[in-house]
């Protein structure tokens, strides 16, 4: 299995604290030693930095470290490797572009069977059943809508294919189209929202703490999504399984009659 | 107009001294102050590491130049912005990605006009001309070849559609489906392989000498593709306007009957 962090943020946030703890989990205090990546979406651009080396040791991960980029939403992923060998274009988060778009798509779990999908358009560059999956959602996409739909339109279809590609195994997802961060929990996946009054926060991997009150103005929201929580005594939110969430600038979006989102409890009336 | 620096070996090879020459066109020996790319390929996967700020004064650059990543094939670009407004998605090189390979696409020049070419698949996530030609060039290939085709197809192809855009107006390009790197001069661009036996070299840019003998084996093969020679007294071709050279592993390809390759006064027999 791998971890996964996600960060949604409503005024550009730099990462670096979360981003310390879960690189520890990269060959020091987790066994997931087979790379790294992560994606930072600065306006409609986006950077990647990928090491296929263990994040606990990467040097871009240094300095990635000591160079704060400031972002809206960010994904990231580290891996241990269970399908597709050790390799530069096996490292998640994989990109894509659809509609002017850049598409981020990081994923824990496996998914036996998806490799039988049949792709048109996006087509995998390395052999892990993630960026089958990641290609055949877009595929999805593109052939349902030309051109970009809008945007409850586009969650409800996002919302199905993640439900779809759930029943052939584990599907824990963060996904970005630049304006939303999608999170599928198939298994384990949990979110934190920060906002005023900001407190003091520990990580659990390492010995570091910030005073987010140091670092904020009051209006600031941000929010993160991990596979495990990163930090004891906040109030994470554990998801259930089948549960989608989607956030937009920090926030929960509101999404009556999206089914899947929220608890399954909360499914709504679409079929 | 902006500078472009590539790179095609036969071993994976460190660019280090030819970027640290580039860089400094960036700010401080060049006006070339509206960010700069590079894209690193390591067999199939891409590293791609973009900076809207300039590379004389940048973070990211220097991280680069401190920790040499190796490749067979380098493409970097360092911008003087004629054409959409400073900001990362505005920044070469651009990828996408097509058949299951990750394409890079530089560009120094001018394409009035191009915007007014139609695109279908492939989508500007920014607003420079060079993306647009960029989807354009992909569209087309897309468009007419479902699947890969074969090495010699593929090759008469771009360079029909190379010079069907330098048509338009400035079109100096570097482009990597990473296995060849396609280079088209229409104004300015020059290459330059080192081979055994190697010797010292020294850029015109900065006070750095390299001894390549220190650096090599006397199998290495690595050739340098830059808009001006990055240093005195070596053996820089300078390519013709309208031809076009394409390099793998370090060595020229050899394409009797690509129309446009070599001296344009070689144009060989296709229509």
Known sequence: MCELLGMSANV??????????????????GPHRDGWGIAFYEGRGCRTFHDPRPSAESEVARFI???????CIVVSHIRQATHGRVCLENTHPFTRELWGRHWCFAHNGKLPGVKLRPL?????????????????????????????????????????????LATLGTFNLLLSDARDLYCHCSTTLCWLTRRAPFGVAHLIDTDLAIDFKQETTPDDVVTIIATRPLTPGEAWHHMAPGELRIFRLGEAVESAGIRGYGAPDHAGGLP
Chains 1, 2 share one sequence.
Request: proline share 7%; charged share 30%; net charge positive.
């Open 12 to 29: 550009p946030t730099d990462i670096c604290f979360s981003f310390t703890g879960l690189m520890q989990r990269g060959g020091r205090t």
């Open 65 to 71: 470290h000591s160079y704060p980029l400031k972002s």
């Open 120 to 164: 048109r358009r996006f087509r995998p560059v390395g052999t892990t059943d993630s960026e089958h999956a990641f290609c055949w959602m877009l595929d999805r996409l593109a052939d349902r809508f030309d051109r970009p739909p809008a945007t409850r339109a586009l969650r409800v279809e996002i919302a199905r294919l993640a439900r779809d």
